[in-house]
């Protein structure tokens, strides 16, 4: 059961823990590492494996990072998002605890990723998306790391360390992974919805192909994905989201949802 806290700005530094007892967590080993935290595989007191997210300092940017994350997952209900269980001081240092998936997509990439289950991913990857654009949010980093298969082969969006409501869009900024940034995004830190539009294009031509886009405009999407009419019919709705000018692409995760669904049931997309 989550329970919110006010965290309280402290200048302590915050070193990440290592293997040993947290709290009541019993730390097993670092899983992720970015540029705002870390996160350690842990045993939770009733037994059950889960990932906590701690802070690499414990300083007032820090902790206002991680105040906005739990507001902000908190505020999301899907099953493709990755909920919070707890958001709470542990030791002094402020932890936020979630489910521990199976492995992330850049893992299953890695090992070789069947364009059926690609496919599956895909589409939960933008209903997740869309919810958390009606919601209000924006992630500002999506990625195959910060995709997390769960039991019952779920994908859940998680890491949303870098997301921000839509109304902060105005505040730019350039924090994110430069290989999946849309260009506005990477160039001039301006994010909006079409931005995430943009990284979940790169996203899922990487989970469908195994390339990352480097440039959309040298890429032949239709030679890119796998011999099959049915991933191909796909290449028109990929190209819109990987548009380079903001306003030619989906508006939002659920338009590009619902392009992506209308081909892969077989209906034309206009």
């Known amino acids: 059961m989550l329970r919110s806290v006010p965290l309280v700005p402290t200048p302590v530094p915050c070193p990440p823990p290592t293997p040993r007892m947290l709290g009541d ?18 045993i939770a007191p009733c037994g059950r494996s889960v990932a906590l997210k701690v802070p690499l300092v414990n300083d007032e940017r820090a902790l206002r990072d991680f105040q906005r994350e739990v507001e902000i997952v908190r505020d999301l209900d899907h ?20 489910p521990l998936g199976d492995m992330s997509i850049a893992a299953i990439v890695d090992d070789g990723l069947w364009p059926a289950a690609g496919l599956e991913f895909s ?6 998306l869309a919810h958390v654009h009606q919601r209000g949010y924006l992630h500002c980093d999506l990625k195959p790391s910060n995709l997390i298969v769960l039991p019952g082969d779920t994908l859940g969006i998680t890491d949303f360390g870098l997301a921000r409501a839509q109304d902060d869009a105005h505040l730019h900024t350039t924090s994110g992974t430069a290989d999946y940034m849309a260009p506005e995004h990477r160039e001039d ?10 990284e979940a294009a790169v996203v899922i031509v990487e989970m469908l192909s195994g390339w990352v886009v480097t440039n959309p405009l040298e890429l032949d999407l239709e030679s890119a994905l796998p011999r099959s009419r049915r991933l191909r019919a796909l290449a028109p709705v990929l190209r819109r989201a990987l548009q380079l000018n903001p306003r030619a692409r989906f508006l939002d995760g659920a338009a590009f949802a619902h392009a992506f669904r209308q081909v892969t049931r077989g209906a034309s997309v206009h």
């Open 79 to 98: 099953p493709n998002v990755v909920p919070i269980l707890e958001a709470d001081f542990i030791d002094g240092v402020p932890t936020i605890v979630y």
């Open 189 to 198: 830190g301006r994010v909006s919805t079409r931005s995430d539009v943009y």
């Open 25 to 42: 967590y019993l730390v097993v080993e670092k899983i992720a590492e970015g540029g705002f935290g870390e996160v350690y595989e842990a």
């Open 123 to 128: 589409q939960q990857l933008l209903e997740g």
